[in-house]
């Protein structure tokens, strides 16, 4: 291990990080517009349905006036269930039609059966048993749905908003002389990203690929490479093939060669 520190250039290094903030941002932005998209069909089509049911779910009964002319269901790893109705409806002042999507968490194989139910006095609001059956259900997997959706969405800012500050603190590691410390690896975070430890107990968090990994230095340990400001500050752990931090082909091959030769 002390030979790697040692193989290490003393001047100013230009530091690289693993993985950058722009993917973050696109990827954060790509999961606002996907679970952005998934509560405003809450907002706009299931929700209104749901509520429509609990206007008519004490007076709905069979309506042979009206008839279910499409309807198809989904299932989701045999659990959350998807269905999308369409029923055609008659009363005494006009007809039309009204589509229908249930969303609803049941343990269940193969297909459903549905009857088309109605308030005599709002045949407008005509809807189903399947729904009328599993409201409370609906009404849960709506409000589930929705959590689950904000907290995603939320996650993904703030991994954004991590990887824009560790690329920041990278920014103003990187020009000086820095020096090579041993730090404790404690294992991967989200985002992915590297926790490490420095010998002051000083934990930091730093952005890498899914496919990087850490240049190990005492690997029954858990002691990987960093580099530190000899005045203090978070420790920036580097990669097994040294991409994070700008090597002349000298330099990257004595470094390698001095793990080589603690390894033999």
Not at 36 to 54: K, N, Q, S, T, Y
Not at 227 to 246: E, H, W, Y
Request: charged share 25%; hydrophobic share 45%.
């Amino acid at each position: 291990m002390n030979a790697v520190l040692a193989a290490f250039p003393r001047r100013s290094l230009v530091l690289k990080p693993g993985r950058g903030a722009l993917g973050g941002w696109l990827l954060g932005l790509g999961g606002l517009v996907l679970f952005g998209g998934f509560l405003a069909l809450l907002a706009i089509e299931v929700v209104p349905e749901i509520r429509d049911d609990f206007v008519v779910r004490e007076t709905a009964r069979s309506a042979p006036g009206a008839r279910i002319v499409e309807g198809r269901c989904r299932s989701r790893l045999f659990l959350l269930q998807s269905c999308d109705i369409t029923i055609a409806w008659r009363g005494k002042d006009g007809s039309g039609t009204r589509k229908l999507s249930y969303f609803f968490v049941e343990p269940h194989m193969g297909s459903w059966s549905a009857q088309p139910m109605a308030d005599p006095r709002r045949p407008e609001l005509v809807t189903t048993d399947l729904g009328l059956e599993r409201l409370w259900n609906r009404v849960a997997t709506a409000i589930g749905g929705a959590i689950f959706a904000v907290a995603l969405m939320a996650g993904l800012v703030i991994g954004a908003r991590r990887a824009q500050s560790a690329r920041g603190q990278i920014k103003a590691l990187s020009g000086r002389v820095l020096e090579p410390v041993p730090v404790r690896f404690r294992g991967w975070g989200e985002g992915p990203s590297w926790i490490v430890q420095d010998d002051r107990g000083a934990t930091a968090e730093w952005p890498v690929r899914k496919s990087d990994k850490p240049f190990l230095l005492d690997e029954a340990r858990g002691l990987v490479l960093a580099l530190r400001d000899p005045a203090g500050g978070p420790a920036f752990p580097l990669d097994d093939k040294l991409r994070f931090v700008t090597l002349s082909p000298e330099e990257r091959a004595r470094i390698l060669a001095a793990r080589g030769a603690v390894a033999g």
